[in-house]
């Protein structure tokens, strides 16, 4: 799939875990690890903004786009 998600990069510079920001956004643990393994079918606009006011970032810090 075309498109990256750098979750992980985001929650280590953060110096975040995932179950804290699971925490924060009201999902489970599971849904996350979906979403930063790249499984996830699509991203709600709500929740990318809460990951990006959780983390303090932009959506284009945590999604990338590279053609295969």
């Known amino acids: 799939m075309p ?4 979750l992980d990069i985001m929650l280590a510079k953060r110096k975040m ?8 956004l009201g999902i489970s643990t599971v849904n996350l690890s979906i979403l930063k393994t790249g ?3 699509g991203v709600r ?10 983390l303090e970032c932009q ?10």
């Open 17 to 24: 875990q995932s179950k804290e920001l699971a925490e924060k």
């Open 45 to 54: 606009f709500d929740t990318l903004e809460a990951i990006c006011k959780a």
């Open 3 to 6: 498109i990256i998600v750098n």
């Open 59 to 68: 959506p284009g810090d945590i999604l990338e786009y590279k053609e295969e």
């Open 39 to 41: 499984k996830a079918k």
